[in-house]
């Protein structure tokens, strides 16, 4: 199977109906994110590592989730700019749009204001929206990395990392979504069994999502364009260091 990988490269040049087709395909990713994490905030369970620091963020400041999410993004894009990966226009709308559509998701009335939910409510409810949440979250990662135009605020540090270090991208994301989940707890962050259900489920439910995408007639491509037809297997198609079969190691971005 072909994966994606999640990078900074500069796609070569198309017309403007692939364009828009791509810009389309990489907002509708960021819709599901949001979807995602509200989910998973209503659900009161946990939340993954780096929104454990963006609720941490707005614990402290009084910023709202969504603002705090764009503020922690804003930081890891200019740590990753220092240290040699510059963002493209993809990296700096997933560090806003994602942030803002998930204050606005509820605001519009699409799902209830998850700071309205108590945390007493009945677990079967919470529960469902804690395994929506994943299951949801997952695909909006897929669908986003399929749209090849950038990695977000938070991939886009481990990539500088990993480049710098000389270490794997597995030690270098474990190592930042570790230091993430403690300077969140820290803050005031929620943790809880959900946290571990993301870390456990969601890279699966992640290389789900990419195996269909790259089947569909009109996913994107490495080169930016459009693809017809399913992707072919292709040798050497893994990342180094992995076993097929293997879940990616990803994250909300």
Known sequence: MKIAAISNATPRSRNWFQ?????????????????????????????????????G????????????????????????AALGEPPRLGTVLNMTLVGLLTDAIPAWGWLPDPDAV??????GLRLAYG????????????????????????????????RRSGKSVGTVR??????????????????????????????????GSLWIFHRLPFSFGLDGGPRSGPAAPRAGAEPAGRSPGRPPRVGVS
């Open 118 to 123: 108590s945390p007493g409510a009945p677990m």
């Open 57 to 80: 963020v707005a614990v402290r400041t009084g910023l709202s989730f969504g603002w705090a999410s764009v503020l922690v993004g804003l930081v890891m894009m200019l740590i990753s």
């Open 174 to 207: 474990t190592a930042l979504e570790l230091a993430a989940l403690a300077l969140g707890w820290a803050l005031g962050g929620e943790v809880g069994t959900g946290t571990l259900l993301t870390a456990v489920t969601l890279g699966w439910v992640v290389q």
């Open 131 to 162: 395994l929506g949440g994943v299951l949801v979250l997952g695909v909006g990662v897929g669908w986003y990395i399929t749209a090849n135009l950038g990695a977000g605020p938070r991939d886009s540090l481990m990539l500088a990392l990993t």
């Open 19 to 55: 364009i828009a087709a791509q810009y389309a395909w990489l907002f509708a990713g960021f819709v599901l994110l949001a979807l995602g994490v509200d989910m998973l905030r209503i659900a009161h369970l946990g939340l993954p590592p780096w929104n454990v620091l963006d609720h």
